[in-house]
C-alpha cells in the first residue's frame, strides 16, 4: 500500500517560482520511478516529468528547461521546481506512483 501526498501549490504571478513536493509512504520508494502529471480545467491530465530509480529524468516539451523534477530517497519524497511560471501552467499537479496517484496540488498563474 502506497499514499501520496502533494503540496505546495499556490497563486504566483507569471514569471514566479513553486516548488512542489510528494512525500511516499511505502518502502518500495526508492525502487521506482516517479511521475508528476497535471490537469488544467476542461482538459485532460498531461504527463509533466519523471524520474527513475536511478535519477534519470525527462520532461514534457512544454516544461523543459523550466521544470526540474529530483527526489530525496531517504525523505521518499519527491519534487518539482517550477521556475519561469506561465498562466497555462495553472491546473491540479498530481504525483504518481506505479498505480497510486496523490490527491493533487492547485497551482494558480496569474498574468
Known amino acids: 500500500q502506497v499514499q501520496l501526498v502533494e503540496s505546495g501549490g499556490g497563486l504566483v504571478q507569471a514569471g514566479e517560482s513553486l516548488r512542489l513536493s510528494c512525500a511516499a509512504t511505502?518502502?518500495?520508494?526508492?525502487?521506482?520511478?516517479l511521475e508528476w502529471y497535471r490537469q488544467a480545467p476542461g482538459k485532460q491530465r498531461e504527463w509533466v516529468a519523471s524520474?527513475?530509480?536511478?535519477?534519470?529524468?525527462n520532461y514534457a516539451n512544454s516544461v523543459k528547461g523550466r521544470f526540474t523534477i529530483s527526489r530525496d530517497n531517504a525523505k521518499n519524497t519527491v519534487y518539482l521546481q517550477m521556475n519561469s511560471l506561465k498562466p497555462e501552467d495553472t491546473a491540479v499537479y498530481y504525483c504518481?506512483?506505479?498505480?497510486?496517484w496523490g490527491q493533487g496540488t492547485q497551482v494558480t498563474v496569474s498574468s
Open positions: 504518481s506512483l506505479g498505480l497510486w
Open positions: 524520474i527513475t530509480a536511478h535519477g534519470s529524468t
Open positions: 511505502g518502502s518500495i520508494f526508492s525502487l521506482t520511478a
